[in-house]
C-alpha cells in the first residue's frame, strides 16, 4: 500500500523496508481504519486510520529504524515537523496526548488499476465522517503526495496548516532526494487539519487531482 509514497521511494526505500514498516504500523489501526472493495469483495484501497492518543511502538521503531535499507531520514524528518506543529498548535502533551480527542488519517492507498475513479475520494470522506461520528474535534493528516492532498483540502474542507516544500526544505541531511519530487507532481508535504465542528480556512496547495 505504500509502495506509491514519494519521499520514501525518492530515499530508495526497498520492499523490505515497506513490508517491516506495514508489519509494525498496521496492525495498529485495525479498528478505526476503512476499506474500499469491489463488487466481488476484494479490497481494492484503504485508509488507514488511528487515534493521535495512541502509544507508538517507540523501542520497535528503534529496531526498524536499524534495518533500514533506504534513506528514510528526509521523510521522518519532515513528518516530524509537521508533527510538532500539530501538537504545538492544539496544546497536546507529547508525553501523554489524550485520546478521542484527534483522528490521524494515516495513510491512504488505492490498487493501481482503480486509481482515477473516486476510491481516493471516497475513502477520505468516509473516514473523515467517522471521525466526526465518533466525536473527534479534528481529523488531520500528514500528505507526502500531492493527489491526497488534493482530496483533502478540495472535499474535505482540510485546511494546509503547515507546508513542506520539497524544492527548497532544508530540514535535513541527504534532503537533495527530494528535489526531484514537484516535477512528478509531489510539491511538498502538507499538514491537512479538517475541524470537524467548525469551519476551517480552505487552501489547496500542493495538490493535484492525479490519481484522485
Not at 528514510?72 to 498548535?89: H, K, M, R, V, Y
Not at 465522517?129 to 488534493?150: D, L, N, R
Not at 507532481?185 to 499538514?191: V, Y
Not at 465542528?197 to 492525479?210: F, N, V
Amino acid at each position: 500500500m505504500l509502495t506509491g509514497e514519494p519521499t520514501t521511494a525518492a530515499g530508495g526505500a526497498t520492499e523490505k523496508d515497506m513490508t517491516a514498516f506495514c508489519q509494525l504500523f498496521v496492525p495498529r489501526m485495525v479498528d478505526k481504519s476503512v476499506i474500499a472493495t469491489n463488487a466481488e469483495g476484494a479490497v481494492i484501497g484503504a485508509m488507514l486510520c488511528k487515534d493521535w492518543g495512541d502509544e507508538d511502538p517507540e523501542e520497535e521503531f528503534a529496531g526498524f529504524m536499524a534495518k533500514l535499507e533506504g534513506d528514510w531520514l528526509p521523510a521522518l524528518t519532515g513528518i516530524g515537523e509537521c508533527e510538532e506543529t500539530f501538537n504545538s498548535d492544539f496544546g497536546i502533551p507529547v508525553e501523554e496526548k489524550p485520546k478521542e480527542k484527534w483522528f490521524q488519517l494515516w495513510n491512504c492507498g488505492v490498487d493501481e488499476q482503480w486509481r482515477g475513479r473516486g476510491v481516493g475520494k471516497k475513502l477520505v470522506g468516509h473516514s473523515v465522517a467517522v471521525a466526526k461520528k465518533q466525536g473527534y474535534e479534528v481529523a488531520f493528516s500528514i500528505c507526502t503526495s500531492g493527489p491526497i492532498t488534493h482530496i483533502l483540502t478540495t472535499h474535505s474542507s482540510a485546511s494546509v496548516e503547515h507546508f513542506v516544500d520539497y524544492s527548497t526544505w532544508t530540514g535535513t541531511e541527504s534532503v537533495e532526494v527530494l528535489r526531484a519530487l514537484p516535477a512528478a507532481g509531489h510539491s511538498g508535504m502538507s499538514l491537512c487539519v479538517v475541524r470537524l465542528w467548525g469551519e476551517s480556512k480552505r487552501s489547496t496547495r500542493g495538490g493535484s487531482a492525479e490519481d484522485e
